[in-house]
């Protein structure tokens, strides 16, 4: 990070205000990857020992949060970046040996990118038993028409393909409904409508709505089989929601490095600003509040290590609430001590709160891991009285 990533970042700004593309695909992201792969640095998420080095959320968790400090280069400069990393584990645990040779080699040595198509515009996809996506049989095809948004990597300069999540029989028990396609981007009848601004930010990689209209896809791009679109979901989700969470520590982490330094160079009437009682009480909170974060974000990687995802339901849930909730507060209080510098693209904080703030609806809004926390505890507590009075 010190002798590659952070040099990187202001010739990466350059060289996307010198393109003019806002989805421009910069040449050092590629020497990154280039000195990535050199040094072993690559594939740091996958848990599969055939497919990448094999460590546990525990030991991949650190790691997760350092690249997480620089979240513009050094996921991708890994190859360790969101949605990739989800797509890579659906392939090779749902994946036909044909869809592994075709996709997921490509997206392990970081030649293509992906996007995960989820969500909608015309229902709360919150609720994943509200897809509309229609993908009706017609003999070996799937017919595929509705639209999708908030598609993240889709205007990404390599993307080659999308996995689609969409309602193959409405007639079915609601969670098996919906099923998993592997889509080229270019399939006749996809378009790509716009990319969708993050308080006024178009990302590089893009938040894209995308138009399905009578688009043919053949049967064998199905993922697992008919009606596990929903349970390869939940498998996508979990390690995707932690890898969100440990990124988020790495994001508050370098704003309170940068909130520290402000206050130690800066002047108020004849006082520094570290020397106030408030800015003194901002940088103890947020070190207090991160520590609290990064062990509940690390005791939930070690349940999912050892009594797995579906054990540590409610540790997931909680991290996703936990943490972008306390990286922004930190991330406010660094953009507090800047001042106006804060809101401006001198400094990454502007840029990473709108990353954060994101996170409270990605992967599941708030409110509906708190619901998922109190039902679990609700009925937690009836069990515990049932076994009591007998």
């Not at 991330?331 to 400094?347: E, P, T």
Request: some cysteine.
């Amino acid at each position: 990070m010190d002798d590659c990533v952070y040099p990187a970042e202001a010739v990466y700004e350059d060289q996307m205000r010198e393109s003019g593309d806002p989805n421009f695909h910069p040449p050092v992201l590629e020497e990154l990857k280039t000195e990535a792969r050199r040094r072993g640095l690559w594939n740091l998420f996958h848990p599969h020992a055939e497919w990448g080095p094999g460590l546990t959320n525990v030991e991949y968790a650190p790691l997760a949060e350092i690249l997480g400090r620089s979240i513009h280069l050094a996921p991708e400069a890994t190859n360790s970046n969101a949605p990739d990393t989800g797509n890579m584990e659906i392939l090779t645990l749902f994946g036909t040996d044909e869809q592994k040779e075709r996709w997921l080699g490509p997206l392990l040595t970081g030649e293509i990118a992906s996007a995960f198509a989820m969500t909608e515009p015309d229902v709360a996809s919150s609720d994943a038993t509200n897809i509309r996506l229609r993908m009706e049989s017609d003999g070996d095809h799937y017919i595929l028409n509705g639209r999708k948004w908030w598609i993240s990597n889709a205007l990404h300069k390599r993307c080659r393909v999308l996995i689609v999540m969409g309602r193959t029989d409405p007639g079915a028990e609601p969670y098996r409904r919906q099923s998993m396609l592997v889509v080229p981007v270019d399939t006749p009848g996809i378009s790509i409508v716009r990319g969708l601004p993050v308080f006024g930010y178009q990302d590089r990689v893009g938040h894209a709505e995308i138009h399905f209209e009578d688009v043919r896809v053949p049967k064998s791009a199905l993922l697992a089989g008919e009606g596990d679109g929903f349970m390869i979901s939940q498998a996508r989700l979990g390690p995707g929601r932690i890898h969100h969470c440990m990124r988020a520590i790495g994001m508050a982490e370098r704003a309170l490095d940068l909130m520290v330094d402000r206050a130690q160079t800066r002047t108020t009437f004849g006082q520094p600003l570290s020397e106030r009682g408030n800015i003194q009480d901002w940088i103890a909170e947020s070190r207090v509040e991160l520590e609290m974060v990064r062990l509940l974000t690390l005791k939930t990687a070690w349940l999912m290590d050892t009594v797995g995802n579906k054990a540590a339901r409610t540790e997931i849930s909680a991290i996703k609430v936990a943490a972008p909730g306390v990286a922004l507060k930190v991330l406010d209080r660094a953009i507090q001590v800047h001042g106006g510098g804060g809101l401006s693209d001198d400094f990454p904080l502007a840029s990473m709160y709108a990353e954060l703030r994101t996170l409270r609806l990605a992967d599941g809004p708030d409110e509906v891991h708190k619901r998922a926390i109190a039902r679990r505890e609700l009925a937690r507590r009836t069990r515990e009285r049932s076994l009591v009075t007998g």
